[in-house]
C-alpha cells in the first residue's frame, strides 16, 4: 500500500475517532500540529542542520492571534490563521538570512539562542503579553459561523486534517524537487553545489522559510484550539519535542513527522495517566528504542523494509 493512501485513510480514522470519542477531538488536533512542527523542523535536518529553537515561529504565529483577535475580536478564525501565518513566515524569511550563513552547532545554538530571548521578553512585558499567564483567545467565528465548543474543534478538526495532507504532499513534492535534493546536497558536500553554480545560503535560506511556515501553521491552529497563548509555546523544551517527534517519525516521507506525533502524544497520554512521575523516563526509552532500532526513524524503517522485499528474489 502505498504511504500516500495510507496517509489519507489514517486522516479519515483520524476524523472518525474525533466525531465518535468527542473528547479526542482536542488531542487529535493538537497532535496534528505537533506533526506540522517536526514537519518543519525536518527540512533543515535533510540538509544536516537540526534546529533546537524552531518553536520560535509557532510561538510567534500563536501571539499574533491572540493579538489580532483581542484587537479586531469580529476577525474569522481563517483569516487569523492566515494573517499569523503571513507574519511568522516573514518573521522566518528576515531571521533566516543571517541563520543561513551559519552551520551545525552555531546554527543550532543561535537558533536556541532567538527563541530565548523572545520568550524572556514574552514573560517579562506583562503589560503586552501577559507574561507567563499567558493571553486568552476567545473562540471566533469560522468559515463565518458561529458555533459552540463541539462544533468549532469539529470544523477545527477537518481544516487542520486537510492542511496536514497539504503540507505533507507539498513537503514530499519539495524534497524530490531540484530545491529539494540540493537542500539535501548540503549533508553531504556543500563545496560540490557551489561549484554546480548553486548558492548554498540560498538552497538553506528556502528551505528554513518553508520550515518556518510549516511551524507558523502549528503554532496559529494551536492557539485556537486551546484557547491560551503562553511564553512556553517556544521555549528550547518545546523545541527539543519537535525534534524527538522528529527522530522517532524519520525524515523520509512526511508521514513520519504525524506518525512520530501520534505516537508521542498517545506516549505522554498514556504515561501521564499511569507513570506521571516517571513519563518522561518512558519517552526517553521509547527514543532510545527507536535510534536503536530505527536509526532512520519508524517511517525509514518501514520504507528500507520494504524496499529488501522487493528486492528479495522470487
Not at 35 to 62: D, E, I, K, T, Y
Not at 174 to 196: D, M, V
Not at 208 to 216: D, K, M, P, Q
Not at 297 to 305: D, P, T, V, Y
Amino acid at each position: 500500500m502505498r504511504l500516500g493512501i495510507f496517509s489519507v485513510m489514517l486522516a479519515a480514522a483520524v476524523m472518525a475517532i474525533g466525531l465518535f470519542f468527542p473528547w479526542m477531538k482536542t488531542i487529535g488536533i493538537l497532535g496534528l500540529c505537533y506533526g506540522l512542527a517536526s514537519l518543519g523542523v525536518a527540512l533543515p535536518a535533510r540538509a544536516g542542520q537540526v534546529s533546537f529553537g524552531h518553536a520560535m515561529f509557532a510561538c510567534v504565529a500563536a501571539y499574533t492571534v491572540a493579538f489580532t483577535a483581542k484587537a479586531f475580536p469580529q476577525l474569522d478564525g481563517v483569516m487569523l490563521i492566515v494573517l499569523s501565518v503571513s507574519m511568522a513566515t516573514l518573521f522566518a524569511a528576515l531571521l533566516g538570512l543571517f541563520m543561513v550563513r551559519y552551520r551545525g552547532i552555531f546554527f543550532g545554538m543561535l537558533n536556541l539562542a532567538v527563541s530565548m530571548v523572545i520568550v524572556a521578553l514574552l514573560g517579562k512585558l506583562y503589560a503586552l503579553t501577559g507574561g507567563s499567564d499567558g493571553i486568552r483567545v476567545d473562540r471566533p467565528t469560522i468559515f463565518g459561523l458561529v458555533t459552540e465548543r463541539s462544533e468549532f474543534e469539529t470544523i477545527l478538526l477537518g481544516f487542520t486534517l486537510v492542511v496536514s495532507l497539504g503540507c505533507g504532499w507539498f513537503y514530499q513534492r519539495f524534497i524530490h524537487s531540484a530545491s529539494g535534493e540540493a537542500l539535501s546536497g548540503l549533508k553531504t558536500n556543500e563545496t560540490r553545489l557551489e561549484y554546480l553554480g548553486l548558492s548554498a545560503h540560498k538552497v538553506l535560506w528556502v528551505g528554513y522559510v518553508i520550515s518556518g511556515f510549516f511551524l507558523s501553521l502549528a503554532g496559529a491552529v494551536f492557539a485556537l484550539a486551546q484557547g491560551l497563548v503562553t511564553p512556553d509555546m517556544g521555549s528550547w523544551m518545546r523545541s527539543g519535542e519537535f525534534v524527538f517527534i522528529m527522530i522517532l517519525g524519520g525524515i523520509n516521507h512526511a508521514l513520519g513527522a504525524f506518525v512520530g506525533a501520534g505516537i508521542f502524544e498517545l506516549v505522554k497520554l498514556a504515561a501521564s495517566a499511569y507513570m506521571a512521575g516517571v513519563w518522561q523516563l518512558l519517552l526517553g526509552v521509547t527514543l532510545l528504542v527507536v535510534i536503536v532500532v530505527a536509526p532512520e526513524g519508524i517511517i525509514g524503517a518501514l520504507e528500507k523494509r520494504k524496499s529488501h522485499k522487493q528486492g528479495d528474489p522470487a
